[in-house]
């Protein structure tokens, strides 16, 4: 496993729909244990493919916040909406592609979600709190939507130019 670089806003490739996985192979299976590597290394609680530089429809996520409590990491390929709640809940997210800016982004409390395993298995789950927020969140970004995306656009601005002067920085040193 290795910790892949993480793809900074803005870049034409977190702006772009991903495609689908098609045939499970080795390359995936290594891209999915590199991207949950990098994701727990962060640290983050979710990942998608484009935010390391591949198209394709797989994200990563393990909200699990208590010390105590054992991981769950999971690995969703070709994840989408099935069903959404009608309740909405406001969560202060942020993106590994857009370190250290946080924003209230306004979603539904609950969705269903269907996606396929790395074991070939169509898989269902209802996820709220936390886990809601963050597979609608991963899922928006294989559909080249950000977070701030969601935002009035003066503030949207503000945090791009930020995010411009940041790799700017990065470059330099
Ligand atoms: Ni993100």
């Not at 192979?25 to 609680?45: H, Q, V």
């Not at 590994?96 to 996606?115: G, M, N, T």
Request: charged share 30%.
């Amino acid at each position: 496993m290795s910790i892949r670089p993480i793809i900074i806003h803005p870049d034409p490739r977190l702006k772009k729909a991903a495609d689908p996985v098609t045939d499970i192979t080795d390359d995936l299976r290594r891209l999915a244990d590199d991207m949950l590597e990098t994701m727990y290394d962060a640290p983050g609680i979710g990942l998608a493919a484009p935010q390391v530089g591949q198209m394709v429809r797989l994200i990563v996520m393990d909200c699990v916040k208590d010390e105590g409590e054992a991981p769950r990491p999971m690995v969703l390929l070709n994840p989408r909406v099935t069903w959404s709640g009608e309740e909405c809940s406001t969560y202060e997210e942020g993106c590994l592609s857009i370190p250290e800016q946080f924003a209230e982004v306004e979603r539904p409390s609950q969705v269903e979600v269907a996606w396929l395993g790395l074991d070939g298995q169509t898989h269902t789950e209802r996820f709220d709190g936390l886990w809601s927020t963050c597979v609608q969140h991963e899922i928006d970004h294989l559909n080249g939507k950000l977070f701030i995306d969601y935002l009035k656009p003066l503030k949207r601005q503000m945090i791009t130019r930020k995010m411009q002067k940041l790799k700017r920085e990065r470059a330099r040193a």
